[in-house]
């Protein structure tokens, strides 16, 4: 019988990044008694490197911003796939949390006039991004803490949950391990949040941390949730290319909204060449326009470096394909043209992108203020997760929520930047308030500790294969290099069928995996517990692009390269069946509001 502590709560948070700190503050102020665990350090969540902005229709700098056009934009940029339910509340109620943030203490950049500023980005239609420098997401995380602070919420760091515990198909709780004593707990709650982030590193070239492991969406899966939306993988298309320590780090899309350009081998602004026809009429036709549009000239449309990051990513894997990359396998990404147009441009440059400019500096020997960085696309974001009732975020495990990036919905196809911030804002709170609710509605479930003591001897079976086992770093490494050669930007059915074969293949290695030394801080150990969710993860992202024989979004497809109108009509939707397997079904989109169906129409 294993040993392990027990904590209770009404409500437990698994995630400390903006999603689950936002729910666990909502939470905790309906006066319920919160939880909230994270796998690292609280504050070193992915949404503390977030750094573009949260993108919400403030109206500050141009005053032709509303939720409408936000939602327009928001939809279009997702090709109507979106969770329209979702859209709306989002747009609806962004621009109110942003300004709760500004009244906890964030403090933005400014107006002249004292408003917070707002930047431009792709597929935003006005300039909509709140920001901090190109540091946003260390603001909302440091205000989110410091708010935090003053509830009464009991924090569990460095600790990762390994399996959710239901009880009469209602969830009752968590078990986990502490990652630097490896002792294991089990926390009892009424109602669970899942704000545990993205799957980035089932990919060989990611923006992503080690953290982002597709937990809450195996989490999920396994007790019996629905993941939709999961073929819509975003790759992002400035990552860092050089040196190949540093490959796949964001690039912030801040340095195209503050007039950076692309440009090929051949000197070429080659996003000129293709401008899909729904963007055309909103997107410039020369560059001086595009300039014009990134210095504030409301009557200039946006330059094409700002189409969506779907389209750009498409755009700079064409120009590789055909020979015009830069010399190490990317294209150029140049601000530093900008001296020409404003005075003392290097000092400018700095102020607006600090981070930048000190990545390219200290990893790479890049002085972004006189050279181009080398850029190409790196697999950045998951528009798909836990699917999840738009107005409460609960699952269709009664008690089981999700919230930001690990639930699906509000992205659709693809994602606009700085639509995930204000998304961990308006759905973490409307996690957090529903799942309070819940708990109060509901009585505890009995923790089974037969499920417990099952996760807890599966979590230590790696040490038990210590001397015949293959290490778990080669078996993520495989998974990796797979997914982003047979399941990336580009994709066609016989690779994609090549991947499932080679993810069976994988998952018979990582059931085998072996791991030496003890429980405390064992790197070896978490990266073996982390294979079975990215395997779950990367499962469901090929079947899910399987079944989608379209090209839509970020999901495109040699193989069917148009867009077919039938396949605007459903999400894909995977769940564990009965035997086991991994069931893939087709979950129809409810129709849309007339009056949401006209806002898109006056928008287009
Ligand atoms: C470099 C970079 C820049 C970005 N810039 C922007 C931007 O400017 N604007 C924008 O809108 N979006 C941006 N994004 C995307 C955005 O940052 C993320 O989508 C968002 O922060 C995700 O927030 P989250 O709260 O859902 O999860 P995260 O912030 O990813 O937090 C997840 C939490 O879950 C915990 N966790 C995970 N698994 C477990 C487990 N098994 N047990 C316990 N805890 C667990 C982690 O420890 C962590 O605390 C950027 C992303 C990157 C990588």
Redesign the pocket.
């Known amino acids: 019988m294993p040993d392990y502590q027990t904590h209770t709560y009404d409500v437990l948070v698994?995630?400390?990044?903006?999603?689950?700190l936002r729910a666990a503050i909502e939470a905790s102020a309906a006066g319920v008694r919160v939880g909230l665990?994270?796998?690292?350090l609280l504050g070193?969540?992915?949404?503390?490197?977030?750094?573009?902005?949260?993108?919400a229709a403030l109206a500050n700098v141009d005053d032709r911003d509303n939720w409408m056009v936000h939602f327009a934009d928001t939809m279009r940029g997702g090709q109507y796939v979106n969770n329209w339910r979702m859209a709306e509340l989002h747009a609806k109620e962004a621009a109110d949390r942003v300004r709760e943030l500004e009244a906890w203490g964030a403090l933005f950049d400014r107006t002249k006039d004292g408003r917070i500023l707002q930047r431009n980005f792709g597929g935003h239609r006005y300039p909509r991004?709140a920001h901090v420098g190109d540091r946003?997401?260390l603001e909302m995380i440091r205000t989110l803490q410091d708010h935090g602070t003053y509830m009464d919420i009991e924090v569990h760091m460095e600790?990762?949950?390994?399996s959710l515990l239901t009880s009469g198909g209602q969830v009752a709780g968590a078990c986990?391990y502490e990652r630097d004593r490896g002792r294991f707990s089990v926390y009892q709650a009424k109602a669970v949040v899942l704000?545990?982030?993205?799957v980035?590193r089932a990919y060989k070239i990611t923006?992503?941390?080690w953290?982002?492991?597709g937990?809450?969406h195996a989490?999920a899966y396994d007790a019996g949730a629905e993941l939709m939306d999961m073929e819509f993988v975003q790759f992002h298309p400035t990552g860092m290319v050089w040196p190949p320590s540093v490959r796949g780090?964001?690039v912030?899309e801040?340095v195209r909204g503050e007039g950076g350009v692309l440009t090929n081998s051949q000197g070429r602004r080659f996003m000129f060449d293709d401008i899909p026809a729904n963007y055309r009429a909103s997107t410039a036709d020369n560059e001086e326009e595009g300039w014009r549009y990134t210095q504030g000239d409301k009557s200039a449309r946006r330059p094409p470096e700002l189409l969506t990051r779907d389209h750009v990513s498409r755009c700079i894997v064409r120009e590789l394909k055909e020979g015009r990359g830069s010399p190490h396998g990317g294209v150029f990404l140049d601000i530093s043209w900008i001296k020409a147009r404003v005075p003392d441009a290097a000092e400018h440059i700095k102020k607006k992108l600090p981070s930048m400019y000190h990545q390219f500096k200290q990893l790479a020997d890049i002085d972004i203020t006189a050279e181009a960085m080398e850029v190409g696309p790196t697999t950045?974001?998951i528009m798909g997760g836990v699917r999840v009732d738009g107005d409460t975020q609960m699952s269709s495990v009664p008690g089981l929520f999700a919230?930001?990036?690990?639930a699906a919905g509000i992205n659709g196809a693809n994602r606009l930047?700085?639509?995930?911030?204000?998304?961990?804002l308006v759905f973490?709170k409307r996690a957090g308030e529903f799942a309070a609710k819940f708990a109060r509605e509901h009585h505890q479930e009995p923790i089974d500790t037969a499920q417990a003591d099952q996760a807890v001897r599966r979590a230590l079976e790696p040490f038990e294969h210590e001397a015949s086992g293959e290490g778990p770093y080669q078996v993520q490494y495989a998974l990796q290099d797979m997914m982003q050669d047979l399941v990336g930007i580009v994709r066609t059915e016989s690779e994609m069928v090549r991947a499932l074969d080679g993810l069976e293949a994988l998952k018979a290695r990582a059931n085998h995996v072996g791991v030496g030394g003890h429980r405390e801080y064992n790197p070896g150990w978490h990266t073996a517990l982390d294979l079975p969710n990215l395997l779950v993860a990367s499962e469901a992202i090929t079947r899910s692009a399987i079944e989608r024989k379209e090209s839509r979004g970020a999901h495109f497809r040699e193989d069917y390269p148009e867009k077919d109108p039938a396949f605007g009509t459903f999400n894909i939707v995977v769940r564990k069946a009965a035997d086991g397997s991994m069931a893939v079904s087709r979950a129809p989109i409810p129709e849309m509001p007339a009056e949401l169906k006209r806002i898109i129409e006056e928008m287009k």
Do not use: P
């Open positions: 698994i995630g400390a990044g903006g999603a689950g665990i994270c796998k690292s070193k969540a992915h949404t503390v490197m977030a750094e573009g902005g949260i993108a991004l946003t997401g600790c990762t949950i390994v986990g704000a545990t982030g993205g980035g923006s992503n941390s953290e982002y492991t937990d809450g989490l780090i964001l912030t801040g950045h974001y919230a930001g990036e690990c930047g700085g639509n995930s911030l204000s998304d961990l973490g």
